[in-house]
């Protein structure tokens, strides 16, 4: 598989995750590690399906204590996180600060091998992209940061460090196949079920539609998402593809407008345009990299 294959595919999982917001929306009033235990079942069992015609796929399981840490933290870490970040403090400042990964993974990926340090256009890239979502999110009204959510913050900010130190540590565990995500789904949903059990009360979908809701979120945003991702991450261009997370929280209010769950706003529009300009710049630096390497 090529770099520009690799990169094409991990960017799937970013058009997936513009999903999310809407299936969310769609599923009802699940609680959220309900909700995660469902559909991290479905993701895992997804990944499982394959092994019925290609057996020798269950052998991804076996991995050191390492690789799994790795996973379960980039996995359940990450949500377990954000739903706590979203109770201590308001959606959206906790929502703005969980997604510094993008620029969080533009500069850790600076440290991996063979990456030839910090690239200006890369960072230029991920803070046009960064100034995209904050300007989006402004427009959804004034953020304001409060000292008594200070423990929100904190949870959020870690969750940021979470998925980008588990997206940049994959890439050097490169050899580990990416059948053993269906397995760190499948733990994610066991440990999750566990958190709904201590901390939540059981409410089911109501309606057919909010099935199909929490299936859908399964099977794309939360199953085949982190396994797209992971062909990206380890063989694809990881800066390119951290500047295009970007996309994912603009991506999904369009979507949002689209379905009426949303209006259309100015601050969306400028919002898109900036994110457009901080993808394409980081395009361009990769271009420039492959005509180096040719």
Known sequence: MTVRTATLTGSGAILLWSLLALFTAASGAVPPFQLAAMTFLIGGLLGCASWIVRPSG???LRQKPAVWALGLAGLFGYHALYFAALRLAPPAEAGLISYLWPLLIVLFSALLPGEGGLRAPHLVGA???LSGV???FLGRGTLSFEAAALPGYLAALACAFLWSGYSVLSRRVGAVPTDAVAGFCL???ALSLLCHLAFETTIWPATVS?????????LGPV???FYLWDIGVKRGDIRLLGVGSYAAPVLSTLILVAAGYAPATLSLALACGLIVAGALVATRAGAEKRERVA
């Open 58 to 60: 269950v052998a991804a």
């Open 127 to 129: 803070l046009l992209g």
């Open 134 to 136: 904050v300007t989006l």
């Open 187 to 189: 733990a994610t949903a």
């Open 210 to 218: 909010e099935w199909a809701a929490v299936a859908a979120l399964g």
């Open 223 to 225: 199953g085949a998402a």
